[in-house]
Nanobody
Framework: QVQLVESGGGLVQAGGSLRLSCAAS????????MGWFRQAPGEEREFVGV????????AYADSVKGRFTISRDNAKNTVYLQMNSLKPEDTAVYYC??????????????????WGQGTQVTVSS
């Protein structure tokens, strides 16, 4: 399995921006589509977005569409989540995840076999 480590979380005011990073190791990064999920206290882990192996295809949850952007740099084995116009309801632990379905464009967390430890994002009002 690929190992994943997220970074970049923190505290930000509503309307602000953050960029999360997820560094991968252990397996060829381009073998995987990469997803971002988040989990707020007392809530289920929910889909945020996904990017295919090449970076040429992305898909997003309706709640973040137009505000969040996923990108990847296969030379650096890293996937990014740029979050703009943040809202208090975006507060959650954010996780990156990898799936072997290289052109995956779904949203089912059960399709992802490797997960990072998560990074906290807190948006104050």
């Amino acid at each position: 399995q690929v190992q994943l480590v997220e970074s970049g979380g923190g505290l930000v005011q509503a309307g602000g921006s953050l960029r999360l990073s997820c560094a991968a190791s252990g397996r060829p990064f381009s073998n995987y589509a990469m997803g971002w999920f988040r989990q707020a206290p007392g809530e289920e882990r929910e889909f945020v977005g996904v990017i295919n192996w090449s970076g040429g295809r992305t898909a997003y949850a309706d709640s973040v569409k137009g505000r969040f952007t996923i990108s990847r740099d296969n030379a650096k084995n890293t996937v990014y989540l740029q979050m703009n116009s943040l809202k208090p309801e975006d507060t959650a632990v954010y996780y990156c995840a990898a799936t072997r379905y290289r052109n995956y464009d779904g949203s089912d967390k059960d399709d992802f076999g490797s997960w990072g430890q998560g990074t906290q994002v807190t948006v104050s009002s």
